[in-house]
Nanobody, 118 residues
Framework: VQLQESGPGLVKPSQTLSLTCTVA??????????WNWIRQPPGKGLEWSGS???????YYSPSLKSRTSISRDTSKNQFTLQLSSVTPEESAMYYC???????????WGQGIQVTVSS
């Protein structure tokens, strides 16, 4: 299974960050799999942002829940992250990943650097 992130590398403060993950070699509707967005700011650890499961159910980090939306397009085998009202502190490497529900992320994209700056 291969994952590939895409989207703008530069977003202005207060705008909405939108990233898409395209999955190849496996279906995002595979039973009991979930698909994640994870970010890593410079010099910091990995931070889970949210997930969308095979059923379409979504789960978000409590700290981001009010600003985060994850959706999917099953016809394109893609899932998308939208994070509104971004701040410069949210500049990070953003990764998409996937794997069995409630297990460690098995498959990872290469990551995409997103900078929040005016």
């Amino acid at each position: 299974v291969q994952l590939q992130e895409s989207g703008p590398g530069l977003v202005k403060p207060s705008q909405t960050l939108s990233l898409t993950c395209t999955v190849a070699g496996g279906s995002i509707t595979t039973a009991y799999y979930e698909w994640n967005w994870i970010r890593q700011p410079p010099g910091k650890g990995l931070e889970w942002s949210g997930s969308i499961r095979y059923s379409g159910s979504t789960y978000y980090s409590p700290s981001l829940k009010s600003r985060t939306s994850i959706s999917r397009d099953t016809s394109k085998n893609q899932f998308t992250l939208q994070l509104s009202s971004v701040t410069p502190e949210e500049s990070a490497m953003y990764y998409c990943g996937g794997g069995p529900v409630s297990a460690r992320t098995t498959y990872w994209g290469q990551g995409i650097q997103v900078t929040v700056s005016s």
